[in-house]
């Protein structure tokens, strides 16, 4: 036995010593929402104090969270009790790396969440957990300017486009803001509302006439849109700082508006194009690594997280709503009230056209993403002609269609295997 | 009576001198004023911002004065954690400093006494050890770890940040060896010193400032990693993998108290140090 073998030797097993110290059995919740300090905080003392079990909650950005999971997973070994991440997280990951949870007896009140959740098996592989979607924000302030005859509940993209206009002029700077920076959800406002409110589709119709009009059309918000907005990620900040009157966001990214100063802003449902009023929701979902250490208490504590009062405790905690049949309670905190009145209305518009989350994609979902940024990025900061851009970035996305074969989901018309780019 | 009257020539050309002078000065003066605030302005406001009220921090123009609400640090103070994570940071950043010079000074001395084939290959590869990013090596890291139970483990993530550090460790003690004359360890061994005893009577003593320099350094790298402390601890979190992944999105007065958080114990222990520091630039009161 060589002396740097005694030492490696002693290196671990003074580890293994501290390790057994620490070691304890709280159930780890590894999670990549409710991630904010504040949210966090709430998780623990709302959400999760309820619990028979401790249970240890721990928020991380996503490239820790998979690296993590990833190595607990080649090591055959984990500490990680339950996932909590978004769909798509989930279905960039093997199928067989997750616990089947169909056999739970709980689950979602919507059987869309539930099918997404079974990741294309028979089973479910994650338990649909909360939801959220997006929603249009203003300042008080901003409702003057709003052009005649407009009602805020039931605006179209040319009434919104105008009434940035009117803004623009009345403050002699642009006061629209758009989440256009690294972190902002920019690709799910094209994917999940230009793009079916203005063609009825988001793969088939990528490159269509129709689709020329909607980033025409963008085009001439975004002459009205603050240029700051491509630092914007979560557009509360610029709501609180007077940075932007009218904005578009996820309805948690807007919550702290709402909360600090309830009586300066209005939640308010998408606009509508030629197609209908298209939204997208936001789905996240708890899940069982195989590797949990003890499956029984990351069981107990899934069906903790689905009894109506935690999904209660949950939507005060984060701004995320219920997936299960709940009773509303009346003290819900102003951004909730807010957000879930804009949703309601959003949904029961006549003209709602609800989209799904893309599904099917697996790894690709980033890819996916990045081609609606890049368009964007080109066509609108770049002033790149449209046409051209929608060509050359059709073949990315056919590209990404036919390698994972992903079929089409609402509102594109289904299709017989990989869904077509017209 | 003629040598007080200056010399009518001479005149034209002082005033210009003067105030050549005069304007270098200014420009030093400018200049040195331009640095401090470079540093100390993003600080100071850091500072009023914790200490305002979340209406205030929202609001522009700041006021020049805190109104010392501690709202937001109060809200620090109940988050369950911090203590344990702070200590954790300064046990890790401990250990760093001591494994990464136990390890960097011999190599660096090594490297500045002895010819041995391969020694600048040898320097130049251990730069590159710093050309791998941490999100590449955290997986097989933390494989690893889990397997032989250094995995959560403050020792084990020491070890990380040791890595990271340790060519600066050996780099700088490498230039401070060198810049010793070996002549002055030669009349050491003449005097009846051994090897060993001469490194510690002589040479030690002239480096020390050096060595401190280093150990900072080695410092403020661990304190400062988040990627590998987030993936490799879970119980044993440092305070900045436990603080920073969650200051992206809180509103902002909560954003400014996280970040003050973070940067004052670092503030300290450089402050406590700083002569050390000077020393290695050879611009300290010796």
């Known amino acids: 036995m060589t002396y740097a073998r005694k030492m490696l030797g002693a290196a671990s097993g003074l580890a293994l010593l501290v390790a057994a110290g620490a070691a304890q059995a709280d159930v780890l919740f590894w999670?990549?929402?409710?991630?904010?300090?504040?949210?966090?905080?709430?998780?623990?003392?709302?959400?999760?104090?309820?619990?028979?079990?401790?249970?240890?909650?721990?928020?991380?950005?996503?490239?820790?969270?998979?690296?993590?999971?990833?190595?607990?997973?080649?090591?055959?070994?984990?500490?990680?009790?339950?996932?909590?991440?978004?769909?798509?997280?989930?279905?960039?990951?093997?199928?067989?790396?997750?616990?089947?949870?169909?056999?739970?007896?709980?689950?979602?009140?919507?059987d869309t969440f539930n099918d997404l959740a079974k990741l294309g098996t028979d089973s479910m592989q994650y338990m649909p957990w909360m939801q959220a979607s997006y929603i249009m924000a203003a300042n008080r302030e901003a409702l003057h300017y709003l052009p005649e005859g407009a009602d805020i509940d039931a605006l179209t993209y040319d009434q919104l486009i105008e009434w940035a206009a009117n803004a623009h002029e009345a403050a002699g700077e642009p006061k629209f803001g758009f989440p256009a920076g690294p972190k902002g959800l920019k690709h799910r406002f094209f994917q999940g509302y230009l793009y079916p409110s203005y063609t009825n589709g988001v793969v088939r119709t990528f490159a269509s006439d129709k689709a020329v009009t909607a980033w025409e059309k963008f085009r001439e918000l975004w002459a009205h849109t603050n240029p700051g907005s491509t630092n914007f990620s979560f557009m509360q900040e610029q709501l609180l700082s007077g940075d932007a009157w009218i904005v578009f966001d996820h309805t948690s990214r807007l919550a702290n508006a709402f909360n600090e100063r309830p009586d300066d802003f209005v939640a308010f449902p998408a606009p509508a194009g030629p197609e209908g009023r298209g939204f997208m929701p936001v789905l996240a979902g708890v899940a069982i690594p195989r590797t949990a250490p003890d499956m029984e208490a990351s069981k107990a504590l899934i069906a903790h997280l689905m009894k109506p009062e935690t999904q209660i405790a949950t939507l005060k905690a984060t701004s995320f709503f219920p997936v299960v049949d709940v009773d509303l309670p009346d003290d819900l905190p102003p951004s909730v009230k807010a957000a879930g009145d804009a949703v309601a209305k959003m949904s029961g518009s006549a003209d709602a056209n609800p989209g799904l989350l893309p599904a099917g994609l697996g790894d690709k979902g980033g890819d996916f993403n990045r081609v609606y940024v890049d368009t964007f990025e080109r066509i609108v900061l770049a002033g790149q002609p449209i046409e051209a851009v929608l060509q050359d970035q059709k073949t990315r996305l056919e590209a990404i269609m036919n390698e994972t074969g992903a079929p089409c989901w609402a509102p594109d018309a289904p299709s017989e295997g990989a869904c077509p780019v017209e | 009576?003629?040598?007080?009257?200056?010399?009518?020539?001479?005149?034209?050309?002082?005033?210009?001198?003067?105030?050549?002078?005069?304007?270098?000065?200014?420009?030093?003066?400018?200049?040195?004023?331009?640095?401090?605030?470079?540093?100390?302005?993003?600080?100071?406001?850091?500072?009023?911002?914790?200490?305002?009220?979340?209406?205030?921090?929202?609001?522009?123009?700041?006021?020049?004065?805190?109104?010392?609400?501690?709202?937001?640090?109060?809200?620090?103070?109940?988050?369950?954690?911090?203590?344990?994570a702070l200590k954790n940071s300064i046990l890790v950043a401990a250990l760093t400093m001591i494994m990464s010079i136990a390890i960097g000074s011999p190599a660096g001395y090594a490297l500045s006494r002895f010819d041995f084939p391969g020694k600048e290959l040898f320097r130049l590869l251990i730069l590159l050890t710093?050309?791998?990013?941490?999100?590449?090596?955290?997986?097989?890291?933390?494989?690893?770890?889990?397997?032989?139970?250094?995995?959560?483990?403050?020792?084990?993530?020491?070890?990380?940040?040791?890595?990271?550090?340790?060519?600066?460790?050996?780099?700088?003690?490498?230039?401070?060896?060198?810049?010793?004359?070996?002549?002055?360890?030669?009349?050491?061994?003449?005097?009846?010193?051994?090897?060993?005893?001469?490194?510690?009577?002589?040479?030690?003593?002239?480096?020390?400032?050096?060595?401190?320099?280093?150990?900072?350094?080695?410092?403020?790298?661990?304190?400062?990693?988040?990627?590998?402390?987030?993936?490799?601890?879970?119980?044993?979190?440092?305070?900045?993998?436990?603080?920073?992944?969650?200051?992206?999105?809180?509103?902002?007065?909560?954003?400014?108290?996280?970040?003050?958080?973070?940067?004052?114990?670092?503030?300290?222990?450089?402050?406590?140090?700083?002569?050390?520091?000077?020393?290695?630039?050879?611009?300290?009161?010796?």
């Open chain 1, 31 to 110: 999670s990549t929402q409710a991630n904010p300090v504040e949210e966090q905080q709430a998780m623990r003392d709302q959400v999760l104090s309820g619990h028979d079990d401790a249970v240890d909650y721990q928020s991380n950005e996503l490239g820790p969270w998979i690296t993590r999971l990833e190595a607990e997973l080649q090591a055959d070994s984990g500490t990680i009790g339950l996932l909590g991440a978004l769909h798509g997280n989930f279905s960039a990951m093997d199928p067989e790396n997750l616990v089947d949870l169909g056999d739970m007896g709980v689950m979602s009140a919507s």
């Open chain 2, 1 to 84: 009576m003629a040598a007080p009257v200056p010399h009518p020539d001479k005149e034209p050309d002082a005033a210009p001198a003067a105030s050549t002078r005069s304007a270098g000065r200014l420009l030093y003066l400018a200049g040195v004023i331009l640095l401090c605030a470079w540093v100390l302005v993003p600080i100071y406001f850091l500072m009023i911002n914790t200490l305002s009220a979340p209406e205030t921090v929202n609001s522009f123009p700041k006021p020049f004065f805190p109104e010392f609400d501690l709202g937001s640090l109060q809200f620090f103070a109940g988050f369950a954690g911090m203590l344990a």
């Open chain 2, 130 to 286: 710093r050309a791998f990013p941490l999100p590449l090596l955290a997986l097989p890291l933390a494989v690893m770890f889990i397997q032989t139970g250094l995995d959560d483990t403050q020792f084990g993530l020491a070890l990380v940040h040791t890595t990271l550090a340790l060519p600066f460790a050996v780099l700088i003690t490498f230039s401070l060896f060198s810049g010793i004359p070996i002549e002055l360890e030669e009349a050491a061994w003449t005097l009846g010193c051994t090897r060993l005893t001469a490194f510690t009577k002589v040479v030690l003593p002239l480096i020390l400032p050096g060595i401190t320099a280093s150990a900072i350094f080695a410092f403020v790298i661990s304190w400062n990693e988040v990627f590998a402390a987030a993936v490799l601890t879970i119980e044993n979190r440092t305070l900045t993998a436990f603080l920073l992944q969650s200051l992206d999105t809180p509103p902002l007065h909560l954003k400014f108290a996280g970040g003050f958080i973070l940067v004052v114990p670092a503030l300290i222990f450089i402050f406590a140090v700083r002569k050390y520091l000077f020393a290695m630039w050879g611009i300290a009161n010796r």
